[in-house]
């Protein structure tokens, strides 16, 4: 669910920052799609690195860290009028509710982590002949 929310949120940002000025598209447009995007990639690097806790919690903490650098790119698109109050405030409340939603995840890490089952292909035995 995370995962998704943090996906719909890198959609609006992208959408919304098509409008800012030519100007802007090596400096703030270019590090919000950047900011707003890794936040989905650290919570799948999470995922794939679920085995090992510390590994977990340390992506985890990494897309926390992303959300709230979205936040501020964000607060300074508003900041320079290239959103409306109404955008800000949709944007940084998902993102508030994605860093709450990695807080808990954090919280309850042990919940997500641990030994996954090795998924072996019916044809794996292919590969592992000479």
């Keep these: ?3 998704q929310q943090a996906k ?3 959609t609006d940002v992208f959408v919304i920052s098509r409008r800012f000025p030519r100007e802007e598209s ?3 447009t270019d590090q919000i799609r950047r900011s707003s995007r890794s936040v989905g990639a650290q919570i799948a ?7 090992y806790e510390k590994h977990f919690i340390s992506k985890l903490t990494d897309a926390d860290a992303e959300q709230y650098e979205t936040q501020h790119w964000v607060d300074t698109a508003l900041d320079c009028g290239y959103v409306s109050r109404e955008e800000a405030g949709r ?3 998902g993102l508030a509710r994605i860093g709450r939603m990695l807080g808990s995840m ?5 919940s997500f982590c641990g030994a996954t089952p090795l998924v072996v292909r019916e044809d794996a035995a292919e590969y ?3």
């Design 91 to 93: 944007l940084n409340d």
């Design 106 to 110: 954090m919280a309850k890490s042990s």
């Design 8 to 10: 719909a949120v890198a």
């Design 1 to 3: 669910m995370v995962y």
């Design 128 to 130: 592992f002949t000479s």
């Design 26 to 28: 090596c400096a703030l």
């Design 45 to 51: 690097e999470a995922w794939g690195k679920r085995r």
